[in-house]
């Protein structure tokens, strides 16, 4: 699948820069995270008095809600995909499995790692993305919490090197960037199975294009 990234500035914890780039602390969660899964659709009585307006009352004005696209590319199951891409009305994520881009328990980016991230660089340069590139990783819960917090923050630091030095190598260097480590917080799986476990610990890239 291919994937395209843009310009670099940086948050983080602590603040830094990578190639001109500016890291600075963020407190804001990532836009997807601790979604809960649908449940069942549930009957409705469409006679019900609970679904009548009040007397006197109006409809609120239409609007159109976030429509999202979701493309997985998975070697092993649809429940385990490697890479996610969610795009919705405003924002575009990706999601790397951490098994894709480290060893077991490692900040170390695997040598199959840097194509994904320059394949996200590029796709962010195409979009000609001038607002904050957040770059979140998390964990699964098992081990400690402060280990989590500690393991998603180097592995998000890894991949932020790595995507504001190719940015900077495609010639857009002037991006912020927010980096931070969530560790077990926001899980977007079931944590009592390895299957949900190996889907919670990744890093997302989440940016917005600008409007068309």
């Given at each position: 699948m291919a994937v395209t990234l843009g310009a670099v500035v940086v948050v983080v914890l602590a603040a830094g820069t990578v190639n001109g780039s500016v890291a600075v602390a963020d407190t804001n969660p990532p836009p997807s995270a601790g979604e809960d899964t649908p449940a069942a659709p549930v009957a409705i009585d469409p006679a019900s008095p609970g679904l009548k307006l009040p007397e006197g009352a109006t409809l609120a004005p239409s609007k159109v809600l976030d429509i999202v696209s979701v493309t997985d590319e998975s070697a092993v199951a649809a429940s385990q995909p490697q890479q996610r891409q969610e795009?919705?009305?405003?924002?575009?994520?990706?999601?790397?499995?951490?098994?894709?881009?480290?060893?077991?328990?490692?900040?170390?980016?695997?040598?199959?790692?840097?194509?994904?991230?320059?394949?996200?660089?590029?796709?962010?340069?195409?979009?000609?993305?001038?607002?904050?590139?957040?770059?979140?990783?998390?964990?699964?819960?098992?081990?400690?919490?402060?280990?989590?917090?500690?393991?998603?923050?180097?592995?998000?630091?890894?991949?932020?090197?790595?995507?504001?030095?190719?940015?900077?190598?495609?010639?857009?260097?002037?991006?912020?960037?927010?980096?931070?480590?969530?560790?077990?917080?926001?899980?977007?799986?079931?944590?009592?199975?390895?299957?949900?476990?190996?889907?919670?610990?990744?890093?997302?890239?989440?940016?917005?294009?600008?409007?068309?």
């Open positions: 795009t919705s009305n405003s924002t575009v994520t990706y999601a790397l499995q951490a098994e894709v881009l480290f060893g077991k328990d490692s900040s170390k980016l695997a040598p199959a790692a840097t194509g994904r991230i320059q394949a996200i660089a590029n796709d962010i340069n195409a979009r000609h993305v001038s607002s904050p590139i957040r770059v979140f990783g998390f964990t699964d819960n098992l081990g400690s919490s402060e280990h989590g917090d500690v393991l998603s923050k180097a592995r998000a630091d890894s991949v932020y090197k790595v995507l504001a030095t190719e940015l900077d190598n495609l010639g857009d260097a002037s991006h912020t960037f927010q980096v931070r480590g969530y560790g077990e917080d926001y899980p977007i799986a079931d944590n009592s199975t390895e299957s949900g476990r190996q889907q919670n610990r990744r890093v997302e890239i989440t940016f917005t294009p600008p409007a068309a």
